[in-house]
């Protein structure tokens, strides 16, 4: 209800077994099944009470003096294990299932905080929580258990999904759709006007952005992420969709479902990734492209035509020395004409 106590409510600290983690997540145990797991940390850190896990082998001489009471591993890597394990096909999915038994979450009281500004044309379910000096505007849509952190603004037209989470300093500004369960990190703002733009003989002519954003269920937004909505259609990310912090993503691009980005990458306005596809740290894709599905592109690469195969895709000049690199830079300078003269050269040598 408005006015309503905002406290933070923090579950006591859980302990497991190793026979109930076995059992709840389908694995095979070894060792003591009483066990007890109170909190997991890494391989080299971890001590008593804490589990732990080995997915990459170049940490496995770090099995053998690990102080921890449980390592998820694969079969392979049981035998050198010294404490008791939990076998699994892939140890890192399994441990980011078990650690999430182990975060703890403030707990946001449904009502409405006193310093909140609601719209008297906004719906806000009676289960939802909106935080203090948040903003809802009129025509605003805040479904059941959904989270507005602390100066989250909620634009006209906008709808927050069941569950979802808006962080903190969270900006939807109109006609954006989140689905069920999404999280958006402090700082993000979606829903603001793409970049489009006519050029009048002498001076910039602004088109006016009329679509909206579409989020889908279970997707993840990062810190400082923008999100653009569209000129005419929506910009659009499918479900499952994981974004990482400080990527920008313009107006009309579609993002297939399961898709994940790293850090400051960015999509030009009308490009259409494939599902799921990964995107290195700040990498581009210029717009109106398109992506297959599983679509792999590394670290500072650039896309500039489509990619019509699944795959791993890279661009970009690996790193040298940096005098090795100057000479290279000199010489890129007269690489055409270095080819025609190759051509020449193999073009005498054909004739004779």
Known sequence: MPGAAWRHRVSANPSYTLAELAARFDL???????????GVGTLAGAGPGRLTFLSNSKYAAQLAATRASVVVLRAEDLSACPVAALVARDPYVAYAKIAALFESLPAAPAGIHASAVVAPGARVAATASIGPCCVVDDGA??????VLGPHCIVGAGCTVGAQS??????TLVTRVTLGRRVLVHPGAVIGSDGFGLAFDADHWIKLPQLGGVRIGDDCEIGANTTIDRGALDDTVLEEDVRLDNQIQIAHNVHVGAHTAMAGCAAVAGSAKIGRY??????AGVLGHLELAD?????AKSLVTHSIREPGEY????????N?????????????????RRLSALEKDSNDE
């Open 165 to 170: 989470r808006l962080v903190a300093r969270v």
């Open 294 to 298: 599983r679509v792999t592109i590394t």
């Open 314 to 321: 890279s661009s970009g000049t690996p790193l040298q020395d």
């Open 277 to 282: 596809c990964m995107i290195g740290g700040n």
């Open 323 to 339: 005098r090795q690199w100057r000479k290279n830079a000199a010489r890129f300078k007269h690489l055409d004409e270095y080819a």
């Open 28 to 38: 095979a145990c070894h060792g003591d099944p009483d066990t007890a797991v109170a």
């Open 141 to 146: 849509v805040i479904e059941d258990g959904a």
